[in-house]
């Protein structure tokens, strides 16, 4: 489309079929599209800090936004109505942004106060557990569409992997590089791709060999 959004774009999201495109701005603005034909499906305004990180669950008709403010919400599509809200996520507004759901499961992984990983319920926000491993402070995460693996990228540049539902530590990967400031997976899981402050993107095979 040749108008998408009045502000600044700063998330985007795929579904896993790969048929759904959401996206959200600088305003709070979520807008729904179909893909791949680009039609707008649905715009809505539910926050009132920018939108710092967008993802769609296991539910085709579900999708959830966070923003910079650390509040976290669930919405119905394609209609954009809410089914739940809060401030689920654990931290200050610096770092409420760091935030990552799987295409199935029931957690959602999000940065905890003092730099650690938590998992929490995504229906409650209660804790469910901690991911232990990652000596540093963490900058990026993501998780495998079946939800069985989370993946941590930390301020020292170092990479960290663990399988759920024990959060059991496979390892960490020391890559030489600069702070991890992205993180994402290949649909099929075997390959992670972690993007590194002022530096080029790094690809990270092997660190899928143990599962």
């Known amino acids: 489309p040749a108008i998408a959004h009045k502000e600044a774009i700063t998330a985007l999201a795929v579904n896993a079929a790969g048929k759904l495109l959401a ?8 807008k ?27 539910m085709d008709d579900a999708l959830w936004s966070l923003d910079s403010s650390g509040s976290l919400k669930r919405w119905h599509l394609p209609d954009g109505k809410v089914i739940s809200n809060g401030n689920f996520i654990g931290g200050s507004q610096n770092n409420g942004h ?29 804790k469910l557990g901690s991911l232990e491993g990652l000596d540093d402070n963490v900058n990026a995460l993501a ?10 990228g930390g301020a020292q540049g170092n990479v960290s992997l663990w399988t759920e539902p024990d959060n059991t530590h496979v390892q960490t990967l ?38």
């Open 23 to 30: 996206s959200g701005d600088k305003g709070g603005t979520i």
């Open 32 to 58: 729904l599209w179909q893909l791949p034909e680009g039609a707008l499906l649905h715009s809505w305004s539910g926050h009132k800090s920018p939108i710092s990180n967008l993802s769609f669950p296991h």
């Open 98 to 126: 760091v935030f990552a759901v799987p295409s199935a499961g029931d957690w959602y992984a999000v940065r905890a106060i003092g730099g650690g990983v938590e998992l929490r319920n995504q229906m409650t926000g209660e």
């Open 143 to 152: 998780a495998t569409a079946d939800g069985r693996l989370p993946l941590a």
């Open 174 to 211: 020391k890559t030489n590089l600069k702070a991890v400031s992205a993180l994402t997976i290949a649909p099929n899981g075997t390959l992670g791709l972690s993007a590194h402050a002022t530096s080029s993107p790094a690809l990270f095979r092997r660190l899928f060999a143990t599962t």
